[in-house]
C-alpha cells in the first residue's frame, strides 16, 4: 500500500493564480482530511470528507474548495491566491466506524508559497 | 472551546537522558487521544492512541499514558534517532458548532533534540 499519496511536493504561486492540490489514498478510508501548518502552529483543518459526495468546512475554510467524487481522491482547490495561503499543505485520512475513532493516516505534504 | 497544549516547546535531551513532553486538554468528552511523530520537511507518523483515563501504550523507548486531563509522553534513554517534533491531538464527543466526526484538535508540538 501507498498509503497517502499528494502532488506536487513544492509549487510555487502568483498571487491571484489557482491550483489544485491532489491527494489520493489506497487504504479504502471513509474520512479524509485537508490540513495546512504553519510555522510554530497547529495543524489546522480546512475541509473534510465522511465519504463521496460528502464535504464540510473545517477551521479555517476560507479560500478553497474540495470535491469528493470517489472514496480515494481528495482534491483541494485554491482560487486566487493569496501570500496568507502560503503553508504546507497535507491530506490524511482515516477509518470510522460504530463510534470508534481510528489513527489519521498523513500524507508528505505540499509546500506552497504565493508570491 | 476545545483546547489542545503541549509544553515544553523545545526540549534538549542528552543521548541516555529520560525525560517526558506533557499535552494538557479541555475538551467536553475525550473520544480518543492521539500521538503523532513529525519529522523535518515530512507528515505526521502515527505512534499510540488512548482512549480512557489509566490507559498505557508502548512502543520501543516512547510510553503514552493519559489522565483525565492530560497525557505524557515518557522517553526512556533517547537515541539522537528520536529527535523529532511530537505532537497530540484530541478528538471531542461534543456536537454542534465547530464539532466533526472525526476531527482532530492539534497542539503545537514539542521538538525534541537528542545530542549524542
Known amino acids: 500500500n501507498a498509503g497517502v499519496t499528494q502532488t506536487p511536493k513544492f509549487r510555487i504561486l502568483k498571487i491571484g493564480q489557482s491550483m489544485t492540490l491532489q491527494c489520493t489514498q489506497d487504504?479504502?478510508?471513509?474520512?479524509m482530511y485537508w490540513y495546512r501548518q504553519d510555522p510554530g502552529m497547529g495543524l489546522k483543518l480546512i475541509y473534510y470528507s465522511v465519504g463521496a459526495g460528502i464535504t464540510d468546512k473545517g477551521e479555517v475554510p476560507n479560500g478553497y474548495n474540495v470535491s469528493r467524487s470517489t472514496t480515494e481522491d481528495f482534491p483541494l482547490r485554491l482560487e486566487l491566491a493569496a501570500p496568507s495561503q502560503t503553508s504546507v499543505y497535507f491530506c490524511a485520512s482515516s477509518y470510522y466506524s460504530s463510534g470508534k475513532s481510528y489513527e489519521q493516516y498523513f500524507g508528505p505534504g505540499t509546500r506552497l508559497t504565493v508570491t | 472551546e476545545d483546547q489542545v497544549t503541549q509544553s515544553p516547546e523545545a526540549l534538549r535531551l542528552q543521548e541516555g537522558e529520560s525525560s517526558s513532553l506533557n499535552c494538557s486538554y479541555t475538551v467536553s468528552g475525550l473520544r480518543g487521544l492521539f500521538w503523532y511523530r513529525q519529522d523535518p520537511g515530512k507528515g505526521p507518523e502515527f505512534l499510540f492512541t488512548?482512549?480512557?483515563a489509566g490507559e498505557e501504550k508502548e512502543k520501543e523507548r516512547l510510553k503514552a499514558t493519559l489522565t483525565k486531563k492530560e497525557s505524557f509522553l515518557h522517553i526512556t534513554a533517547p537515541k539522537p534517532e528520536d529527535s523529532a517534533t511530537y505532537l497530540c491531538a484530541v478528538q471531542a464527543t461534543g456536537v454542534g458548532r465547530g464539532s466533526t466526526l472525526g476531527r482532530l484538535y492539534f497542539g503545537r508540538g514539542t521538538q525534541l533534540t537528542v545530542w549524542p
Open positions: 487504504m479504502n478510508h471513509n474520512y
Open positions: 488512548l482512549y480512557s
